[in-house]
């Protein structure tokens, strides 16, 4: 099996100008994609089509082939079949030529009498006109390119680098998308859960307070017993853990606005730098 294409294709893939022209010829070969100027870019209806393939194929449908992968070796088994197909037509064509050649044997050449016994000889069809086999459908090959200048080189060059700015674009911009749906989806939770932690901190402070201010003192009531000590240092550690909860749960709502602050401002910066590439691919005629 023939290697078709040396890197991958598909949208935000490498997309090597080569390897996106085999694509997109062998896909017009099975009349699955017509372009009216062929170039080495991907294009919506590229897209289309290798999803289509993959569909029609039991595929994965994602519009992507890799080497190797099994998109581009369906690919390849549709060219191998063909051309099987092609030298089978071939081969049975010319056998039934020479078949028919042989039902005249040279030795029998003195048999033909006269010119119509000639005329109908030369005239019985190789073949029955039904199984004559089709015309394998060929595409025209792309005109080469004219020559260009240094600048024509660059211009190209430069049209293939904003493509790729275009896709890092793009992903950044769908990253920074999903990041910031999950941070607004964290702000109410995050507060509801601060303002939960400072209820129950309020709630054992006075609870610990009644309880020191109740404990059992001396009979001359002026002097607490030492069990007064120990219900303070206990109910100290339980206001602590109640302050570390609520530090906790302040973080992470602070944090959660913070994370919508900054991916609002990531996703302003992507779709800024998607209109300049989009912008200066229109300038250069990319």
Not at 50 to 55: A, D, S
Not at 69 to 79: D, I, S
Not at 129 to 141: A, L, Q, T
Not at 191 to 211: D, K
Request: aromatic share 4%.
């Amino acid at each position: 099996m023939f290697e078709l294409i040396n890197d991958s294709v598909g949208n935000n893939m490498t997309n090597d100008e080569d390897a996106v022209f085999n694509v997109k010829d062998t896909l017009s070969s099975f009349d699955r994609f017509e372009e009216e100027e062929p170039n080495g870019f991907i294009t919506r209806d590229l897209d289309n089509s290798i999803k289509g393939f993959q569909r029609d194929n039991g595929l994965r449908v994602d519009g992507i082939l890799r080497p190797g992968g099994e998109t581009e070796n369906g690919l390849v088994r549709g060219l191998e079949q063909r051309r099987a197909d092609q030298e089978d037509g071939f081969n049975r064509a010319m056998g039934r030529l020479n078949s028919s050649l042989n039902t005249v044997p040279l030795s029998s050449a003195d048999d033909i009498d006269n010119e119509d016994d000639i005329d109908d000889a030369l005239s019985e069809p190789v073949f029955p006109k039904d199984d004559v086999p089709p015309i394998p459908d060929r595409k025209p090959e792309p005109p080469p390119p004219p020559e260009d200048g240094e600048e024509d080189r660059k211009k190209r060059e430069r049209c293939a680098e904003l493509g790729i700015e275009l896709a890092n674009a793009r992903l950044s911009l769908e990253s920074a998308n999903e990041s910031l749906e999950d941070a607004n989806s964290r702000i109410n939770p995050s507060l509801e859960e601060w303002r939960q932690a400072e209820r129950e901190q309020r709630r054992i402070e006075g609870e610990v307070a009644m309880e020191v201010a109740t404990a059992p003192f001396s009979r001359k009531g002026k002097i607490p017993f030492l069990g007064v000590g120990a219900i303070a240092l206990s109910g100290k550690q339980r206001v602590d853990e109640a302050k570390v909860k609520t530090a906790e749960a302040k973080a992470d709502h602070e944090q959660a606005k913070s994370d919508v602050v900054f991916y609002t401002e990531v996703s302003s910066n992507a779709l800024e730098q998607i209109d300049s590439v989009r912008e200066e691919m229109t300038d250069n005629g990319c």
